[in-house]
């Protein structure tokens, strides 16, 4: 049974029907917010729903079982155990908690790269500022993305508290080397704090493989979970060595005496008390969803529809394609001569076809080296169709020609 169910769900039309957004609207914008399936659109208006009838703690108290399922379902998804998953609002929170995790001092290093997350890179500017941390980013390959013998060099030079490495950034397509970052990175014995933000449901993760010591990560892009949620997973490394984030409150910890407290075994101590069960729910759903895909076909088909896209948009005329890297992904980013993408994704808009932009501060250095202000930023997954794709690409050429 489970094997027909399998073969039912790998079905794009069976796909399709269960995605209530994709028959009205073309929705290529799942690095922003993927469309959520009717399964997790479910789950959530369930649980809002028991809310309002018999309260929001007492919701919680009969969902128990579920929560521990959502748990067990985003754990799965990247290969980890329930003990090491930490639900946070979105990835921003999960890194920040993180990083928060770390008594930084004067002179201490923190090794980056150069497409690392905006606010990623304002936060360590902030640490710079206030406490005096160095922040150094490695350099990159002549193809594009983060030189894990840069990272190596660094290291053993500067021998950092921690290494923070965006794996896919927001603004291309480009895949970093994050395997290889963390094999060097466990050798060297620093801990690295991966934002998987955009990996999570477009790419398999296997948290053991890639070595990291956390990752960061969002509910609402190609996972299709709900906005407004997102996880951290922290090593049982970390665990043992007791860190904790630097304001844990009275979830993440208990407090046992006038000046004691004493940290949650797990990955909890990285958790606020309070919580939208709903979206959490939602969120668990959307991890299960994609397990029961599976993140193999899932990643083999959005990047074949990235792919096309590529394909698609250096036929038209003005157009620079600017996603670099040895590997690239399901997002696709692209120029047009004299036109801010801004109003290209507005006019795509009109048309009913959901696309994004990233402005110069969504990645200062890389949009500098690339001399452009504005990427237009087309997103397919695996539910969409090279149908979709044909459509926007027809009417970019009707726009800018
Ligand atoms: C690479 C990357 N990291 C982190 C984030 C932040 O995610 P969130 O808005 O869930 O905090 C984003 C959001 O676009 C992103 O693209």
Same mark, same amino acid.
């Given at each position: 049974?489970?094997?027909?169910? %399998?073969?039912?769900i790998?079905?794009? *039309?069976?796909i399709r029907t269960n995605t209530p957004g994709c028959?009205?609207?073309?929705h290529?914008?799942n690095?922003?917010a993927a469309l959520m399936p009717k399964p997790v659109i479910d789950t959530i208006h369930d649980h809002l729903l028991?809310?309002?009838?018999?309260?929001?703690?007492?919701?919680?108290?009969?969902?128990?079982?579920e929560?521990?399922r959502a748990?067990?379902a985003v754990?799965?998804l990247?290969?980890?155990?329930?003990?090491?998953?930490?639900?946070?609002?979105?990835?921003?929170?999960? $890194? +920040?908690?993180?990083?928060?995790?770390?008594?930084? $001092?004067?002179?201490?290093?923190?090794?980056?790269?150069?497409?690392?997350? +905006?606010?990623?890179?304002?936060?360590?500017?902030?640490?710079?500022?206030?406490?005096?941390?160095?922040?150094?980013? #490695?350099? *990159?390959?002549?193809?594009?993305?983060?030189?894990?013998?840069?990272?190596?060099?660094?290291?053993?030079?500067?021998?950092?508290?921690?290494?923070?490495?965006?794996?896919?950034?927001?603004?291309?397509?480009?895949?970093?080397?994050?395997?290889?970052?963390?094999?060097?990175?466990?050798?060297?014995?620093?801990?690295?704090?991966?934002?998987?933000?955009? #990996?999570v449901g477009?790419?398999?993760?296997?948290?053991?493989?890639?070595?990291?010591?956390?990752?960061?990560?969002t509910s609402r892009k190609f996972l299709r979970g709900p906005r407004g949620m997102g =996880?951290?997973?922290?090593?049982?490394?970390?665990?043992?060595?007791?860190? +904790? @984030?630097? =304001?844990?409150? $009275?979830?993440?910890?208990?407090?046992?005496?006038?000046?004691?407290?004493?940290?949650?075994?797990?990955?909890?101590?990285?958790?606020?008390?309070? =919580?939208p069960y709903a979206l959490l729910l939602g969120m668990g759903r959307a991890a299960e969803y994609a397990n029961q895909i599976?993140?193999?076909?899932i990643?083999?088909?959005?990047?074949?529809?990235?792919?096309?896209?590529?394909?698609?948009?250096?036929?038209? @005329?003005?157009?620079?394609?600017?996603?670099?890297?040895?590997? &690239?992904?399901?997002?696709?980013?692209?120029?047009?001569?004299?036109?801010?993408? %801004?109003?290209?994704?507005?006019?795509? &808009?009109? &048309?009913?076809?959901?696309?994004?932009?990233? +402005?110069?501060?969504?990645?200062?250095?890389?949009?500098?080296?690339?001399?452009?202000?504005?990427?237009?930023?087309?997103?397919?997954h695996y539910y969409?169709?090279?149908?979709?794709? *044909?459509?926007?690409?027809?009417?970019?050429?009707?726009?800018?020609?």
């Open positions: 049974m489970w094997i027909a169910m %399998k073969k039912r790998s079905h794009l *039309d069976y028959h009205h609207r073309v290529l914008n690095a922003g028991l809310e309002s009838q018999i309260g929001g703690y007492e919701a919680a108290d009969a969902a128990l079982e929560i521990q748990y067990a754990a799965d990247i290969g980890c155990g329930h003990r090491n998953i930490a639900m946070v609002e979105n990835a921003t929170v999960a $890194t +920040s908690q993180a990083l928060s995790a770390f008594d930084f $001092t004067r002179g201490d290093t923190i090794i980056t790269t150069n497409v690392d997350y +905006s606010s990623n890179q304002i936060m360590l500017l902030n640490l710079s500022e206030r406490f005096g941390v160095r922040i150094i980013r #490695a350099k *990159d390959l002549p193809a594009g993305g983060v030189d894990p013998a840069s990272v190596r060099r660094l290291i053993q030079k500067h021998r950092p508290k921690v290494m923070v490495m965006s794996w896919i950034p927001t603004n291309s397509g480009m895949v970093q080397d994050a395997a290889s970052v963390g094999s060097i990175c466990e050798e060297e014995g620093v801990p690295l704090l991966l934002d998987a933000c955009q #990996a477009q790419i398999p993760v296997d948290v053991k493989d890639i070595k990291c010591d956390f990752l960061a990560a =996880f951290l997973y922290v090593s049982d490394r970390v665990l043992e060595r007791g860190l +904790s @984030p630097l =304001f844990p409150d $009275t979830h993440g910890a208990r407090w046992t005496g006038p000046d004691t407290f004493l940290l949650q075994e797990g990955a909890k101590r990285f958790e606020n008390w309070e =919580f599976g993140m193999e076909m990643s083999k088909r959005a990047h074949e529809l990235g792919d096309y896209t590529r394909s698609k948009l250096d036929e038209l @005329p003005g157009v620079r394609m600017l996603d670099y890297g040895k590997q &690239r992904c399901a997002i696709v980013s692209a120029a047009f001569e004299g036109i801010d993408a %801004k109003v290209l994704v507005q006019k795509l &808009r009109d &048309r009913n076809i959901n696309t994004s932009s990233a +402005s110069r501060t969504a990645g200062v250095i890389d949009m500098d080296a690339k001399h452009v202000d504005s990427v237009l930023r087309i997103s397919p969409n169709t090279r149908d979709e794709i *044909d459509q926007v690409a027809e009417e970019l050429r009707n726009l800018t020609t």
